[in-house]
T-cell receptor, first 116, second 112 residues
Framework: NAGVMQNPRHLVRRRGQEARLRCSPM?????VYWYRQLPEEGLKFMVY????????ESGMPKERFSAEFPKEGPSILRIQQVVRGDSAAYFC??????????????FGDGTRLSIL | DQQVKQNSPSLSVQEGRISILNCDYT??????FLWYKKYPAEGPTFLIS?????DKNEDGRFTVFLNKSAKHLSLHIVPSQPGDSAVYFC???????????FGKGTKLSVKP
């Protein structure tokens, strides 16, 4: 029973390039969350998606960042024109129901993004 | 403005003794609290949760206590084992969309 799968595990980009991070939720989970963790910090919520819908993007920067969760395929977090400050670990989580029902979110192992 | 605070960055405990990790929060609208454990280069792993209508939840060696009046919760691990050495994150939810708000974590070291 596969858990949340994220790829790539490590991604190196030069300033100005685009970064694409992928997340496949656990089987049977239709709710996907993206979080970002800076060094020595906790995880910060970015965006919450269900299939084909963005439910809450209040934690996502307004520019250069976008997310999608298509009907088929993984959820994608896309960062355009990356800058050094985008270097972080990006975690995806999934749950079978909305989190406010108390269902725990299950996390992938993250993508470590490094910007040169 | 940190809504969930873990004021101890690190904690060292002897194997077999009790580990107590603490967490404070400011938003009285939170209705679920969760503890996650994280090893380096891995994602957080869910440990235990508690609803705001309860004051205690127990699962094996792990017990979470909630004091709503003090806006404080704690995770007790007893007996502590070397494999418990990890960073522990406290998280809260209560918004309509269920996103989690995390503390900065406490690094627990359990010494043999």
């Amino acid at each position: 029973n596969a858990g949340v799968m994220q790829n790539p595990r490590h991604l190196v980009r030069r300033r100005g390039q685009e970064a694409r991070l992928r997340c496949s939720p656990m089987k049977g989970h239709s709710h996907v969350y993206w979080y970002r963790q800076l060094p020595e910090e906790g995880l910060k919520f970015m965006v919450y998606l269900q299939k084909e819908n963005i439910i809450d993007e209040s934690g996502m920067p307004k520019e250069r960042f976008s997310a999608e969760f298509p009907k088929e395929g993984p959820s994608i977090l896309r960062i355009q024109q990356v800058v050094r400050g985008d270097s972080a670990a990006y975690f995806c989580a999934s749950s079978p129901l909305a989190g406010d029902d108390g269902q725990p979110q299950h996390f992938g192992d993250g993508t470590r993004l490094s910007i040169l | 403005d940190q809504q969930v605070k873990q004021n101890s960055p690190s904690l060292s405990v002897q194997e077999g003794r009790i580990s107590i990790l603490n967490c404070d929060y400011t938003n009285s609208m939170f209705d679920y609290f969760l503890w996650y454990k994280k090893y380096p280069a891995e994602g957080p792993t869910f440990l235990i949760s508690i609803s705001s209508i309860k004051d205690k939840n127990e699962d094996g060696r792990f017990t979470v206590f909630l004091n709503k009046s003090a806006k404080h919760l704690s995770l007790h691990i007893v007996p502590s084992q070397p494999g418990d050495s990890a960073v522990y994150f406290c998280a809260a939810s209560g918004g309509s969309q269920g996103n989690l708000i995390f503390g900065k974590g406490t690094k627990l070291s359990v010494k043999p």
